[in-house]
């Protein structure tokens, strides 16, 4: 049985930083892609960061490009999201998801999924 599960999220102030991990279990890692997406409330999910399974390509949607960066540790089966600069804009609660072969910016594609982990930034 497949599993992620998300945690670091939080409250934190306007410029504050968070690193959100994911760690997975139940899947080969190393061979998934790995995506971070975002859903505020009202709004839809939305593409954050994207990393292949070896870490050698990553992608970000332009609205956190240059302050999140996303990384993984295939050795400890765990994908991570650093969040620099925060914004009130970024409260979301926070997914990861794993999809084989490349990461893309749909969630359709996404085969697996976590519960989500809040984040909160107050101005």
């Known amino acids: 049985q497949v599993q992620l599960v998300e945690s670091g999220g939080g409250l934190v102030q306007t410029g504050n930083s968070l690193r959100l991990s994911c760690a997975a279990s139940?899947?080969?890692?190393?061979?998934?892609?790995m995506g971070w997406f975002r859903q505020a409330p009202g709004k839809e999910r939305e593409f954050v960061a994207g990393?292949?399974?070896?870490?050698?390509?990553?992608s970000y949607a332009d609205s956190v490009k240059g302050r999140f960066t996303i990384s993984r540790d295939n050795a400890k089966n765990t994908v991570y999201l650093q969040m620099n600069s925060l914004k009130p804009e970024d409260t979301a609660v926070y997914y990861c998801?794993?999809?084989?072969?490349?990461?893309?910016?749909?969630?359709?594609?996404?085969?697996?999924w976590g519960q989500g982990t809040q984040v909160t930034v107050s101005s």
């Open positions: 139940g899947l080969t890692f190393r061979r998934y892609a």
């Open positions: 998801a794993a999809r084989p072969n490349a990461a893309t910016r749909n969630d359709y594609e996404y085969a697996y």
């Open positions: 990393i292949s399974w070896s870490g050698g390509s990553t």
